[in-house]
């Protein structure tokens, strides 16, 4: 069974950064897919970013492009989400995931497909 634990969310001004954290345990971190979604009440689970199970090939939301960035750290089984000129609209609960099962081809953007979700994290975006 494979734990997420996310951290690095928090309050921040419009135009400011944060740095996303995902830990996980339990499970062979170097083999699954892990993605980054957010949520805001109301609204469907969507994609923020995700990146191979390799490291060697990422994809991200329109909205993410050009100022997040993810990357993974295999010696720590951490995942980040660096966000850059955060703006209003990216104020919600951000998601770890894991995709157990990750395909030759593609990494998949959709949320029934990760297998293991963290508790998530609150990201505010004042303007």
């Known amino acids: 069974q494979v734990q997420l634990v996310e951290s690095g969310g928090g309050l921040v001004q419009a135009g400011g950064s944060l740095r996303l954290s995902c830990a996980a345990s339990?499970?062979?971190?170097?083999?699954?897919?892990m993605g980054w979604f957010r949520q805001v009440p109301g609204s469907e689970r969507e994609f923020v970013a995700a990146?191979?199970?390799?490291?060697?090939?990422?994809d991200y939301a329109d909205s993410a492009k050009g100022r997040f960035t993810i990357s993974r750290e295999y010696a720590k089984n951490t995942v980040f989400l660096q966000m850059n000129n955060l703006r209003p609209e990216d104020t919600a609960v951000y998601y770890c995931?894991?995709?157990?099962?990750?395909?030759?081809?593609?990494?998949?953007?959709?949320?029934?497909?990760?297998?293991?979700w963290g508790q998530g994290t609150q990201v505010t975006v004042s303007s």
């Open positions: 995931a894991a995709d157990e099962h990750p395909i030759a081809y593609m990494i998949r953007i959709e949320a029934n497909y990760y297998e293991y």
């Open positions: 339990g499970g062979t971190f170097s083999r699954y897919d």
């Open positions: 990146i191979r199970w390799s490291g060697d090939s990422t």
